[in-house]
């Protein structure tokens, strides 16, 4: 894989073509640490940053059987319908606890959405991990897989949870409006009290209000609206009914979800915020070793801050074998800036030691050993790579 096709890749996921936005999310979903994925990254970042996509990121959990599935469908199309949005639906389905494997049908319950050209549906398998989304997608892939998805041109981006109890809520980290769906007689009212995802959600949702279970719906979510009253929320969640299977009440839902999701300012903040947790995420991951690279990785934002990007170091930059970078760094800020000379030009230990010496010889003789005790460890591995990308999104 050529950094070109890479590019051409990319191209295509911005022109909205779905089979290259379907290869981009398996190239960053790869355990596979490579430099075509992180080129990938990068652009997609870039990209992010630059034009600011108004959209809507919406997070929908429930537990099994509340209708999660057939409720997207019918919210989703009638998104298109009615609102001519382009909908994209990240699904996450549950793995084999025995042979670790999964069916992914989500996508087949969506058999109308997915066939539709102003929609997208991803299935990924959840790999037995705990928190609604994926382990290769909770901190890292479901970040980029929806802003792979944002610069392809969707609206709408949803991320539907496996079925969850009640303490797995890390879908909400993740987007603008968290739904909790809830079956009708599905649980008393100390249900809706105990602690967990219910307290994340900003909207629940009694679903299946149709038919003979229209009463049922009506009492659960009159439970609810008590039950959770009893809670100490930021802001008490709406609660609301309807029916997947007639559509009664979906236009209600995506009016409350806009409402929720209140004005682009305050949205482009809590993203912020959301990026700022999933920065310590990755920083905790990247301690998660012994010897020179754990004191290396605890120190490592005293490090960048501490490091002088004086005439003479980026003069003796000009002599590092990844010196064909630097006209692309100098493009962004001081901080930025940084994270990329350390994350680029120490892939390889010969390259580390080299940007070393330059610390060095221009006067910083302190983090060139910093750097050359890192060095010493066994393992080089990509340490400032989704820091920087985190950064990079942080800055103004």
Not at 62 to 81: Q, R, V
Not at 334 to 347: A, N, P
């Amino acid at each position: 894989m050529s950094h070109k096709w890479v590019s051409e890749l990319f191209v295509g996921v911005r022109g909205g073509n779905r089979a290259s936005l379907s290869r981009a999310i398996t190239v960053v979903e790869s355990s596979k640490r490579s430099a075509q994925r992180r080129q990938l990254l990068r652009q997609v970042n870039d990209h992010i940053v630059s034009t600011r996509p108004k959209t809507l990121r919406l997070g929908i959990s429930g537990g099994p059987g509340a209708g999660k599935s057939t409720f997207i469908e019918a919210f989703g199309m009638n998104l298109i319908d009615k609102y001519d949005k382009k909908v994209a639906v990240l699904a996450i389905d549950p793995s084999s606890a025995i042979n670790g494997g999964s069916i992914l049908a989500d996508k087949t319950r969506m058999a109308n959405l997915s066939r539709h050209p102003m929609a997208f549906i991803r299935p990924s398998p959840s790999n037995g991990y705990v928190g609604g989304v994926t382990q290769t997608t909770s901190a890292h892939t479901i970040r980029n897989a929806i802003a792979l998805c944002e610069s392809a041109g969707y609206d709408v981006i949803i991320v539907e949870t496996v079925g969850v109890g009640q303490s797995e809520y890390e879908v909400s980290y993740l987007c603008d409006v968290m739904g909790l769906l809830v079956a009708p007689s599905g649980g008393d009212e100390i249900q809706a009290i105990k602690k967990g995802i219910i307290e994340m959600a900003n909207i629940i949702i009694v679903t299946k209000s149709d038919g003979d279970l229209v009463r049922h719906a009506r009492k659960m979510s009159a439970e609810i609206m008590s039950a959770t009253k009893f809670i100490n929320y930021g802001e008490r969640p709406v609660v609301m009914r309807c029916s997947a299977l007639t559509r009664d009440g979906i236009d209600e839902v995506w009016t409350q979800m806009q409402a929720l999701a209140q004005s682009e300012d305050k949205k482009m903040e809590k993203r912020r915020e959301q990026r700022v947790k999933h920065l310590k995420i990755v920083s905790i991951e990247a301690m998660e070793q012994e010897g020179p690279r754990m004191r290396f990785n605890q120190n490592f934002f005293s490090f960048i801050n501490n490091i002088q990007l004086t005439p003479a170091f980026m003069e003796l930059l000009k002599k590092h074998p990844c010196q064909y970078m630097i006209s692309d760094i100098m493009n962004f800020k001081d901080t930025t800036k940084k994270c990329r000379i350390f994350s680029e030009f120490t892939r390889e230990r010969s390259h580390c030691n080299l940007l070393a010496d330059m610390l060095e010889e221009s006067g910083q003789r302190d983090k060139a050993n910093e750097l050359r005790e890192y060095n010493t460890s066994e393992r080089l591995r990509e340490y400032t790579n989704d820091i920087e990308l985190g950064l990079s999104t942080l800055l103004p």
